[in-house]
Nanobody, 124 residues
């Protein structure tokens, strides 16, 4: 059974930091592109950051470049998102996702497995 379990969300003031984690099980974590997406009420789910399986090549949405860092520990089957200099517009539910069959990194339909999400609230 595949499981992706996010943690680390919470409420912070603007300028603060949070570190999200996503514990994966039930599939070959080290072979999958992994990504973080987020979604706010009334908005489409958007890709935030993605990372390749082994080399660790990364890609970020323009809105988070220089502030967020995605990383992975294949030995622990865990994905991370370090979020610094948070802004109120970063408020959203954050989801981790696993791509199994290949596709465009920031396209939600390319990801086969999803976690339940962790809420991030940033106040001004």
């Amino acid at each position: 059974q595949v499981r992706l379990v996010e943690s680390g969300g919470g409420s912070v003031q603007a300028g603060g930091s949070l570190r999200l984690s996503c514990a994966a099980s039930g599939y070959t974590f080290s072979g999958a592109v992994m990504a973080w997406f987020r979604q706010s009420p009334g908005k489409e789910r958007e890709g935030v950051a993605a990372i390749s399986p082994v080399v660790g090549r990364t890609s970020y949405a323009d809105s988070v470049k220089g502030r967020f860092t995605i990383s992975r520990d294949n030995a622990k089957a865990t994905l991370y998102l370090q979020m610094n200099s948070l802004k109120p517009e970063d408020t959203a539910m954050y989801y981790c996702a696993a791509m199994i069959d290949g596709g465009v990194w920031f396209t939600p339909n390319a990801y086969k497995y999803w976690g339940q999400g962790t809420q991030v609230n940033v106040s001004s």
